[in-house]
């Protein structure tokens, strides 16, 4: 699977920005998907997961209320879309697929990755 991420940018805070990841290669319509983030001189943090049909997804506290992930598999993208976005919100995302069972906010389990994407949220 190949991914790609955009959509980020430079926003103000309070505003608004919508990530799209565009998939290709092995089924992704098989995959579940996550969100990745990291910020400068921090660890990647998991921010959102979605299983392969769209019905189940899972976000880590700090973006939960904010931050709505959604996928469309007929187009093969997921999409990220950020509310209410904070300063602390700058960094780069990266989406993420993986097929194997496991805990979905583990790095490990996702096994292709895109290239990220930077958001800087400006107080």
């Known amino acids: 699977v190949q991914l790609q991420a955009s959509g980020g940018g430079l926003v103000q805070a309070g505003g608004s920005l919508r990530l799209s990841c565009g998939a290709s290669g092995r089924t992704f319509s098989n995959s579940f998907m996550g969100w990745f983030r990291q910020a400068p001189g921090k660890q990647r943090e998991f921010v959102a997961s979605?299983?392969?049909?769209?019905?189940?997804?899972y976000y880590a506290d700090s973006v939960k209320g904010r931050f709505t992930t959604s996928r469309d598999n007929a187009k093969n993208t997921v999409d990220l879309q950020m509310n209410s976005l904070k300063p602390e919100d700058t960094a780069v995302y990266y989406c993420?697929?993986?097929?194997?069972?496991?805990?979905?906010?583990?790095?490990?389990?996702?096994?292709?990755w895109g290239q990220g994407t930077l958001v800087t949220v400006s107080s």
């Open positions: 993420a697929a993986g097929f194997r069972s496991g805990p979905l906010r583990s790095e490990t389990l996702y096994d292709y």
């Open positions: 979605i299983n392969w049909s769209g019905s189940s997804t």
